[in-house]
């Protein structure tokens, strides 16, 4: 099928091992961060969020963590599985209804 | 969440003609929202349609190109007019998914422009 991931950065992972994809947002006053994962053909899929009062949530499997020193965002996943190759996006939300997302990463499981 | 039914999946259209999306959501929201996702980009919001009211269009979109209707809570359709190559694009309906959910969206309609 289509991808949207086609001029996206890569990150090419062993199927087992950990990922780390990171993200740069942009503005400091932003207070809620969400997670999405995009597989081909399909629209994005919430994966975990973080509000700017924590630095660190966990999931099933995967771990965002927060720097707002730095403006920065990572997704970590544990074991990583076939299942998880994706595109990848941040989003941030200031309070408003809009979100900006980010340029997105695309997950590549090597088996 | 909410479940976002869109439709068509895909189209490929001829330059100059005009396609309408549509977007059903299983319960009524208030705000409904259109994306656009660009081949290799992220996504950037077209519009925001309430019910009752005019869409509100962010900077770069316009009513003309891009007319949107929500006649009820639970349904919108985009049109994207006068097409030309340059708006070959996935487009996105989305609702507020709730508490600890974001957005929820839709699986997207590819539109291809010949």
């Known amino acids: 099928g289509e991808s949207v991931g086609l001029h996206l950065p890569t990150l090419s992972v062993q199927e087992g091992d950990n990922s780390i994809i990171n993200c740069a947002y942009s503005n400091s006053a932003s207070d809620y961060f969400i997670w999405y994962k995009q597989e081909s053909g399909k629209g994005p899929q919430f994966i975990i969020d973080?509000?700017?009062?924590?630095d660190k949530r966990q999931g099933q499997r995967v771990t965002v963590l927060l720097n707002k020193t730095v403006k920065h965002l990572s997704l970590q996943i544990a074991a990583t599985q076939p299942g998880d190759s994706a595109v990848y996006f941040c989003?941030?939300?200031?309070?408003?209804?809009?979100?900006?997302f980010g340029t997105g990463t695309r997950l590549k499981v090597l088996a | 969440s909410a479940v976002i039914s869109q439709k068509p999946s895909r189209d490929i259209c001829q330059r100059g003609t005009s396609l309408t999306i549509q977007c059903q959501v299983d319960?009524?929201?208030?705000?409904m929202f259109w994306y656009r996702q660009q081949p290799g980009q992220s996504l950037t919001l077209i519009a925001t349609?309430?019910?009752?009211?005019?869409?509100?269009?962010e900077s770069g979109f316009v009513i003309d190109k891009f007319p949107i209707s929500r006649p009820n809570l639970t349904f919108s359709t985009l049109t994207v007019s006068n097409m030309s190559p340059e708006d070959s694009s996935i487009y996105l309906c989305?609702?507020?998914?709730?508490?600890?959910?974001?957005?929820?969206f839709g699986s997207g309609t590819r539109l291809t422009v010949v």
């Open positions: 989305s609702v507020e998914g709730g508490p600890n959910y974001g957005y929820t």
């Open positions: 319960s009524q929201v208030t705000m």
């Open positions: 349609a309430n019910q009752g009211s005019e869409a509100t269009y």
């Open positions: 973080i509000r700017s009062n924590m």
């Open positions: 989003a941030e939300n200031s309070g408003t209804y809009k979100y900006i």
